[in-house]
């Protein structure tokens, strides 16, 4: 029985020296010091934890299983080996036939089936109000209900591994115990829940504050409120947008320093429109939005972002720049640390051969070359 074998080098983003990894089906077979330095750099590959839509591809806006095949090989263009499909608030039929079609694409294709380990569903369990409720349809907020859950994981063969919900619901605790109790991790996120509402929702197993500093008030009392509160909780991971518009350098910075990089990441939140050129759009997310020449998506007619337009990679070379990490750090944000809190594999023998080999541009931006999705290159585009 043959195994096809390939070995790739580049500089450990960790050490800054050569390192080779050998492939053999899909696998990582070896980590070795050494190997060519072509002046490339070769990393585990880039996981989104949060992913709405990518050039032209929407998840939200009635899909089918092609639209999710062609998503992923836009992705994987982007930069990003694997990812989360994420679906906002919508009608209870929407939601299913959207889970139903992300399931029927990973069983037509096993390297889609590898891209996309779990769903993430955003909503519809959120805040009501304008401002935390961001561009979500208001007509499809509701509350949290096991039942409905489990239609959903009904219409995807389990697939939903991340729910991300207001705390302030009266049916939280109930609800988290019983996603926590089916293997179902639960994040925090559009919000204006109160200090204890936040911390009964950790109590019964919340994990993880999504996209940290949006999805909230315009206005919020200096304290207490939702963000102190999320990034005092040691309990919690924290996801960020660094795209440059959903937090500004200094927001960022001090947010990350308060809640450790060892308990952050960063996700894309892209949208459809991510990767398109500048124009006003009507979309199923946020109805008619701009998405303006410096990467700013907002809906029209009001100051609130509808998703972020950048690609995740986007983000590592902006949490760079915004907070002083080192390529190390930035990359840990958006490979391992994503992984960690879903016992994903990382960067070990025996582990899906997910890569990304990639170059630095002058300014430090990480420019993508190949990437690799269970050892199966795919050329960046740029």
Same mark, same amino acid.
């Given at each position: 029985m043959s195994h096809a074998t390939t070995s790739i080098s580049g500089r450990d983003p960790e050490t800054g020296q050569p390192h080779a990894i050998t492939i053999v089906d899909g696998r990582i077979s070896g980590i070795a010091p050494g190997g060519a330095d072509d002046g490339h750099w070769l990393s585990l590959g880039l996981f989104d934890l949060q992913l709405n839509g990518f050039a032209g591809h929407d998840l939200n806006g009635g899909t089918d299983p092609q639209t999710v095949r062609d998503l992923a090989l836009a992705v994987h263009g982007s930069g990003v080996s694997r990812f989360a499909p994420t679906l906002i608030t919508a009608s209870r039929a929407a939601l299913i036939d959207a889970l139903n079609a992300i399931a029927q694409a990973r069983d037509s294709d096993p390297l889609v089936k590898h891209a996309i380990p779990f769903v993430h569903v955003?909503?519809?369990?959120?805040?009501?109000?304008?401002?935390?409720?961001?561009?979500?349809?208001?007509?499809h907020v509701r509350p949290p209900d096991l039942d409905e859950f489990d239609a959903w994981q009904a219409a995807c063969g389990n697939l939903i591994g991340l729910v991300t919900?207001?705390?302030?619901?009266?049916?939280?605790?109930?609800?988290?115990?019983?996603?926590?109790?089916?293997?179902?991790?639960?994040?925090?996120?559009?919000?204006?829940?109160?200090?204890?509402?936040?911390?009964?929702?950790?109590?019964?197993? %919340?994990? *993880?504050?999504?996209?940290?500093?949006?999805?909230? #008030?315009?206005?919020? +009392? @200096?304290? !207490?409120?939702?963000?102190? &509160?999320?990034?005092?909780?040691?309990?919690?991971?924290?996801?960020?947008?660094?795209?440059?518009?959903?937090?500004?350098?200094?927001?960022?910075?001090?947010?990350?320093?308060?809640?450790?990089?060892?308990?952050?990441?960063?996700v894309s939140d892209a949208v459809a429109l991510a990767g398109c050129p500048p124009a006003i759009h009507d979309m199923p997310v946020g109805g008619r939005v701009e998405l303006k020449a410096n990467g700013r998506l907002e809906v029209v007619g009001t100051p609130f972002l509808a998703g972020a337009a950048a690609s995740l990679v986007f983000g590592i070379t902006t949490a760079r720049r915004? %907070?002083? *990490?080192?390529?190390?750090?930035?990359?840990?944000? #958006?490979?391992?640390? +994503? @992984?960690? !809190?879903?016992?994903?594999? &990382?960067?070990?023998v025996g582990a899906p051969a997910d890569l990304l080999r990639f170059r630095l541009g002058e300014d430090g931006s990480v420019i993508p070359e190949t990437v690799y999705v269970a050892g199966q290159p795919f050329s960046a585009k740029h």
């Amino acid at each position: 029985m043959s195994h096809a074998t390939t070995s790739i080098s580049g500089r450990d983003p960790e050490t800054g020296q050569p390192h080779a990894i050998t492939i053999v089906d899909g696998r990582i077979s070896g980590i070795a010091p050494g190997g060519a330095d072509d002046g490339h750099w070769l990393s585990l590959g880039l996981f989104d934890l949060q992913l709405n839509g990518f050039a032209g591809h929407d998840l939200n806006g009635g899909t089918d299983p092609q639209t999710v095949r062609d998503l992923a090989l836009a992705v994987h263009g982007s930069g990003v080996s694997r990812f989360a499909p994420t679906l906002i608030t919508a009608s209870r039929a929407a939601l299913i036939d959207a889970l139903n079609a992300i399931a029927q694409a990973r069983d037509s294709d096993p390297l889609v089936k590898h891209a996309i380990p779990f769903v993430h569903v955003e909503g519809p369990h959120i805040a009501p109000e304008n401002g935390p409720r961001g561009a979500h349809p208001a007509e499809h907020v509701r509350p949290p209900d096991l039942d409905e859950f489990d239609a959903w994981q009904a219409a995807c063969g389990n697939l939903i591994g991340l729910v991300t919900l207001s705390p302030h619901w009266p049916e939280t605790a109930d609800y988290v115990r019983g996603l926590r109790a089916r293997g179902v991790h639960v994040a925090l996120g559009h919000t204006n829940a109160t200090t204890d509402q936040i911390s009964a929702a950790v109590e019964a197993g %919340a994990t *993880l504050s999504t996209h940290l500093g949006n999805g909230i #008030a315009a206005q919020l +009392p @200096r304290h !207490p409120n939702p963000i102190w &509160t999320q990034l005092a909780e040691d309990r919690l991971w924290a996801s960020f947008i660094a795209d440059g518009h959903h937090l500004p350098p200094e927001t960022f910075k001090a947010m990350l320093r308060a809640k450790g990089l060892e308990r952050s990441m960063l996700v894309s939140d892209a949208v459809a429109l991510a990767g398109c050129p500048p124009a006003i759009h009507d979309m199923p997310v946020g109805g008619r939005v701009e998405l303006k020449a410096n990467g700013r998506l907002e809906v029209v007619g009001t100051p609130f972002l509808a998703g972020a337009a950048a690609s995740l990679v986007f983000g590592i070379t902006t949490a760079r720049r915004m %907070a002083g *990490l080192t390529l190390a750090e930035a990359l840990r944000l #958006a490979t391992i640390n +994503p @992984r960690t !809190p879903f016992q994903l594999p &990382t960067l070990t023998v025996g582990a899906p051969a997910d890569l990304l080999r990639f170059r630095l541009g002058e300014d430090g931006s990480v420019i993508p070359e190949t990437v690799y999705v269970a050892g199966q290159p795919f050329s960046a585009k740029h």
